[in-house]
């Protein structure tokens, strides 16, 4: 059973910087795609950024290009978000999310992620 645990959030001013971390088990040595969503009150959930476990190739949101970097560790069982630059914008519920294809151009829509974490707060203030 595929488990993904996020870990990371937290408050932090303007400019600073977040990493979180999802945790994720159940996949053995099948390649995935992994994703961070996040949600902000009154909004839809939206991508922020994936990774493909089978090849390591990235996808950004336009919002967060430049200052966010999505990454796995060496075992490609744990996945990270570096967040730095941070704005008020950026505050939201973020969660991590997987599937078992290729990433793929709708990297984006939360329908093609069936597992998702538990999501961890990130606050962002002016």
């Known amino acids: 059973r595929v488990q993904l645990v996020e870990s990371g959030g937290g408050s932090v001013q303007a400019g600073g910087s977040l990493r979180l971390s999802c945790a994720a088990s159940?996949?053995?040595?099948?390649?995935?795609?992994m994703g961070w969503f996040r949600q902000a009150p009154g909004k839809e959930r939206e991508g922020v950024a994936a990774?493909?476990?089978?090849?390591?190739?990235?996808n950004y949101a336009d919002s967060v290009k430049g200052r966010f970097t999505i990454s796995l560790n060496n075992a490609k069982n744990t996945m990270y978000l570096q967040m730095n630059s941070l704005k008020p914008e950026d505050t939201a519920v973020y969660y991590c999310?997987?599937?078992?294809?290729?990433?793929?151009?709708?990297?984006?829509?939360?329908?093609?992620?069936?597992?998702w974490g538990q999501g961890t707060q990130v606050t962002v203030s002016s």
């Open positions: 999310a997987a599937h078992g294809e290729p990433c793929g151009i709708s990297w984006y829509l939360s329908a093609a992620f069936g597992r």
């Open positions: 159940g996949y053995g040595d099948s390649n995935a795609c």
């Open positions: 990774i493909y476990t089978g090849d390591t190739s990235t």
